[in-house]
């Protein structure tokens, strides 16, 4: 069955980097586009971009067009967000989803970002 | 950007009545091409990922549901809920997947009283 499993929990400190990971199974990783969606504490959903899984080209949204890097290592079907300089209102749960209409999504990873 | 704006943020119904739940947004979601409106609903219940509802407006995903209805065109949607069940309590979201960036609405929580 398909599958995107991500990493676990973080917690960070401000001004560190963080890479999280989101491993997919069960289809041809390189079929799909991945999404990367933020959802911070009690609030709604945000879409951060996208990843083409063929080219390996990223497209951020406006918001995460500075310190946010989407990456992929097909060989293991795995999509990666890294955040460098994390600040704060980086405090969020992060999820994968697959393709552009997400019918698949990840479980999520929350990250906690505190000095 | 297209703005999508989403009303109510809340509500609480009794279980077995109807809900409503509307999606606007700041450009039409219609293709010229193939008269198709790229709206999606997504469903997120507490603790858990969203789950794809409905997309195209009005096309139910597998396994969806028939009481979860999707309508609309151009920039004005909707999603009814007709005869809730506690197992709706959720926040439901639309999404444009018209035009990159994918913008989410604000979300509707749904509470049962």
């Known amino acids: 069955q398909i599958q995107l499993v991500q990493s676990g929990p973080e917690l960070k400190k401000p001004g560190e980097s963080l890479k999280i990971s989101c491993k997919a199974s069960?289809?041809?990783?390189?079929?799909?586009?991945m999404q990367w969606v933020k959802q911070a504490p009690g609030k709604g959903l945000q879409y951060m971009g996208w990843?083409?899984?063929?080219?390996?080209?990223?497209t951020y949204a406006d918001d995460f067009k500075e310190r946010f890097v989407f990456s992929l290592e097909t060989s293991a079907s795995t999509a990666y967000l890294q955040i460098n300089n994390l600040k704060n209102e980086d405090t969020a749960t992060y999820f994968c989803?697959?393709?552009?209409?997400?019918?698949?999504w990840g479980q999520g990873v929350m990250v906690t970002v505190s000095s | 950007d297209i703005v999508m704006t989403q009303s109510p943020s809340s509500l609480a119904v009794s279980a077995g009545e109807t809900v409503t739940i509307n999606c606007k947004s700041s450009?039409?979601?219609?293709?010229?091409?193939?008269?198709?409106?790229?709206l999606a609903w997504y469903q997120q219940k507490p603790g858990q990922s969203p789950k794809l509802l409905i997309y195209?407006?009005?096309t139910r995903e597998s396994g969806v549901p028939d009481r979860f209805i999707g309508s609309g065109s151009g920039t004005d949607f909707t999603l009814t809920i007709s005869s809730v069940q506690a197992e709706d309590l959720a926040d439901y979201y639309c999404?444009?997947?018209?035009?990159?960036?994918?913008?989410f609405g604000s979300g509707t929580k749904l509470e049962i009283k």
């Open positions: 989803a697959r393709g552009y209409l997400a019918r698949y």
């Open positions: 069960g289809y041809t990783f390189t079929d799909y586009a």
């Open positions: 990843i083409n899984t063929q080219t390996g080209k990223p």
């Open positions: 450009q039409s979601l219609l293709s010229s091409g193939n008269q198709k409106n790229y």
């Open positions: 195209l407006a009005s």
């Open positions: 999404q444009q997947h018209y035009s990159y960036p994918l913008t």
